[in-house]
């Protein structure tokens, strides 16, 4: 599904140029990754080229740069994670940082034991950089306020989950040559998804016209203030998108009901291959995981030719890593 040379520069052409013809920086600002909402546009770029190079090193043989000897990465996660969790693990060992690994259930948080007196007795070892995760919203700001060291955000609550949106902006750059002026739908369980707020922010800061749908009862208010358009119409988002992303139903998150049954919120809701008939011929599927099948997505269509759910995989340890080179810096790889 990758563009070829001749389809990638009519794709260009199309969404505007890449975003990397823009205005070009050098640094990110700070010492932390928060959220998108941080980020200028150029900043955004910067990280996409960066994962460009950093794509490279997993192709190779020996898949390890000097790059972040000696630096030291603790990945300090406080609810479940397998891709997000793992990809920086690995992003961290390619780049040759010592990484240690703390869960909260093997920590003394079960104790007991506060997120601030955690990490300041983390930051008594003296790490270089804090992977976080948390149920809370602003956990991560919380952190940087008190710690010396980075602070990157891998989710904290339905607020923001940067490198996801980040991740999935670099693959659909890779199949579309740029963002601008792609329509991209977003559907599922809007309310609770820190992943729609991080990509509602960077898609429209890059230019996409994005779309959001999903139940009433899962609809942020005021989401349209964010510079999008909402319906609660499927086939009305995915008509003549260029991307579409499918988001789970996050049950962990909710008190209540939001919808009557599963059965039905896929009739009205779930990506089925005739909804899929109705986007651009070379549309790609995302999905940031992990997949509800028969739910919000059809299996056929999870594992169809449209869908670039594992390439978001393989992209997000390019992403981070660029994320951590950035951030921690380095000699180049």
Known sequence: ????????TAARSRAGGPPSDGP????????????????????IVLILDTADAMKEIGARPIKKVPTLRGKTVVNLFFEPSTRTRTSFEIAEKRLSADTLNIASATSSVVKGE??????????????????LRHAASGAADFLARICRAGIINAGDGAHEHPTQALLDAFTIREHKGGLSRLKVAIV??????????????????????????????????GIERLGVTKTTSIDAAVEGADVIMMLRIQLERMEGAFFPSFREY????????????????????????????????????????????????????????????????????
């Open 24 to 43: 070009k920086t050098t640094r990110l600002r700070g010492k932390d990754l928060l959220g998108i909402s941080q980020l200028s546009p150029e900043e």
């Open 188 to 221: 599922g369980d809007l309310l609770h998804s820190r992943v729609l707020r991080s990509n509602v922010q960077l898609l429209t800061k890059l230019g996409a016209d994005v779309w959001v749908c999903g139940p009433p009862t899962m609809m942020p208010p």
């Open 266 to 333: 896929f009739a009205v809701f779930g990506l089925t291959p005739d909804r899929v008939a109705r986007a651009q011929p070379d549309v790609i599927i995302m999905h940031p995981g992990p997949m509800n099948r028969g739910v919000e997505i059809a299996s056929e269509v999870a594992d169809g030719p449209y869908s670039v759910i594992l390439e978001q995989v393989t992209n997000g340890v390019a992403v981070r890593m660029a994320v951590l080179y950035l951030l921690a810096g380095g000699i180049e790889a």
């Open 1 to 8: 599904m990758k563009a070829t040379s001749a389809t990638a």
């Open 114 to 131: 506060t997120l601030a007196d955690t990490a300041l007795n983390i930051m008594a070892m003296a790490p270089d950089l804090i992977v």
